[in-house]
Structure formats: structure tokens, C-alpha cells
């Protein structure tokens, strides 16, 4: 944590695992404020995940449908999916979470950053790609998943997200973030073919 902000931090004094799940632990933890009094914090541990956009070469995303049962409908969502261990490279679950999914492979992998959906009770930071360069063969899902996937156009979903048509947040940020990152591409590209013209 940066200095200056040493006088907002919190400090377990004690800890207690609730529920022990397959995906999720729950804690309970006393807490020393950063005045000197003590709290609670209820908080939920997690491994980690991964999102992907897919891009196709005709400007798509390789989108997938699945009904998410704690919400109760089926949402619109990028590939994802948790590391199966806590020190799993992110770079290849991403991959491997592109390739089962949707069935793609890529040529060319994009750290787009880090989301943190619910930081204030939960733990799980989910790092999102952009994969680029697609082939595309056949899906391995798991036994208890079962999705469809969609080809929208980027800019479609640019849309979505800002009329809030896309509910999920690990999508909205991941679609906006690269939408951002190709109008960089395009403006360096475009920077670089007047030094050249300069130079001609």
C-alpha cells in the first residue's frame, strides 16, 4: 500500500472461516481501525479469474449466452473463468478459458488490465485480455456448462453498454477498455504514416 495511504488501512487481529466452498470461502475477520477501534469485516476469498475479448478480424467479439442462476437470467457476457489455482499464470487460463469456451486460439494475447467487482466483500480479481488472430476449431466445455455464443460487432456492444444493455460488469469494462485501445492503435498508426509522409 502507498504511504500516504497508511492512515486508511485496516488490520486483522483474528479470523474465521464460515463456509468453506468449492468456489468460495467465507471469512469472518475482527478488524484494528485505523483509529484505534476494532470491527468486523465479513468477506468472501476467491481464486482469481479471467475474462477474454475474442476480436475477429471483421471487427466482432465471440460473445457467449448462459443463464447465471443467482441472478436468474441469461446475460450476454465475454468468455471467462476462475484459475483453477491461486498461483495459476492468468495468461494461460485465459487462453485456456478462450479456447473451451468458443473454441478459438489466438495469435496475439492483451493484458487490458485488472476489474475488482465487489471489493468491498469480495476478494476476486479477474485480469481481462484481448485475444486477437483467432482460429477457431471445436468448444470443450465442462460437464455442468452450457452456453451459446454470439458474434456481435464491437461497436454494437459499445452501445449496449452505454444505454446499459449489458449488465455484466467484467463485459462493460472489457468491451470499453478495447473499443479505447483500438482508437489509440489507429492514432498512432495514423501519427506514423505522416512522419513518413515528413519524411518523403
Do not use: W
Given at each position: 500500500?502507498?504511504?500516504?495511504?497508511?492512515?486508511?488501512?485496516?488490520?486483522?487481529?483474528?479470523?474465521?472461516?464460515?463456509?468453506?466452498?468449492?468456489?468460495?470461502?467465507?471469512?469472518?475477520?475482527?478488524?484494528?481501525?485505523?483509529?484505534?477501534?476494532?470491527?468486523?469485516?465479513?468477506?468472501?476469498?476467491?481464486?482469481?479469474?479471467?475474462?477474454?475479448?475474442?476480436?475477429?478480424?471483421?471487427?466482432?467479439?465471440?460473445?457467449?449466452?448462459?443463464?447465471?442462476?443467482?441472478v436468474g437470467r441469461v446475460l450476454t457476457e465475454i468468455p471467462a473463468g476462475k484459475l483453477d489455482r491461486i498461483d495459476e499464470d492468468?495468461?494461460?487460463?485465459?487462453?485456456?478459458?478462450?479456447?473451451?469456451?468458443?473454441?478459438?486460439?489466438?495469435?496475439?494475447?492483451?493484458?487490458?488490465?485488472?476489474?475488482?467487482?465487489?471489493?468491498?466483500?469480495?476478494?476476486?480479481?479477474?485480469?481481462?485480455?484481448?485475444?486477437?488472430?483467432?482460429?477457431?476449431?471445436?468448444?470443450?466445455?465442462?460437464?455442468?456448462?452450457?452456453?451459446?455464443?454470439?458474434?456481435?460487432?464491437?461497436?454494437?456492444?459499445?452501445?449496449?453498454?452505454?444505454?446499459?444493455?449489458?449488465p455484466d460488469g467484467k463485459t462493460q469494462l472489457a468491451v470499453l477498455r478495447v473499443r479505447e485501445l483500438l482508437r489509440r492503435r489507429?492514432?498512432?498508426?495514423?501519427?506514423?504514416?505522416?512522419?513518413?509522409?515528413?519524411?518523403?
Amino acid at each position: 500500500m502507498d504511504r500516504e495511504y497508511e492512515s486508511l488501512k485496516e488490520s486483522c487481529a483474528s479470523s474465521r472461516l464460515i463456509f468453506d466452498g468449492k468456489v468460495l470461502h467465507l471469512y469472518v475477520d475482527q478488524i484494528r481501525l485505523p483509529n484505534g477501534g476494532t470491527g468486523e469485516r465479513e468477506y468472501i476469498r476467491h481464486n482469481g479469474a479471467v475474462a477474454v475479448i475474442p476480436l475477429t478480424d471483421e471487427g466482432e467479439v465471440v460473445c457467449v449466452r448462459q443463464y447465471r442462476y443467482a441472478v436468474g437470467r441469461v446475460l450476454t457476457e465475454i468468455p471467462a473463468g476462475k484459475l483453477d489455482r491461486i498461483d495459476e499464470d492468468p495468461r494461460e487460463a485465459a487462453l485456456r478459458e478462450l479456447r473451451e469456451e468458443t473454441g478459438a486460439t489466438c495469435r496475439r494475447l492483451t493484458h487490458l488490465g485488472v476489474y475488482l467487482g465487489s471489493p468491498a466483500i469480495l476478494n476476486e480479481r479477474i485480469d481481462l485480455y484481448l485475444a486477437e488472430g483467432l482460429t477457431f476449431g471445436e468448444q470443450d466445455l465442462d460437464e455442468d456448462e452450457f452456453l451459446d455464443t454470439v458474434r456481435i460487432p464491437l461497436d454494437e456492444l459499445v452501445d449496449q453498454a452505454m444505454m446499459g444493455e449489458l449488465p455484466d460488469g467484467k463485459t462493460q469494462l472489457a468491451v470499453l477498455r478495447v473499443r479505447e485501445l483500438l482508437r489509440r492503435r489507429e492514432a498512432e498508426g495514423a501519427k506514423k504514416g505522416e512522419c513518413n509522409n515528413d519524411k518523403a
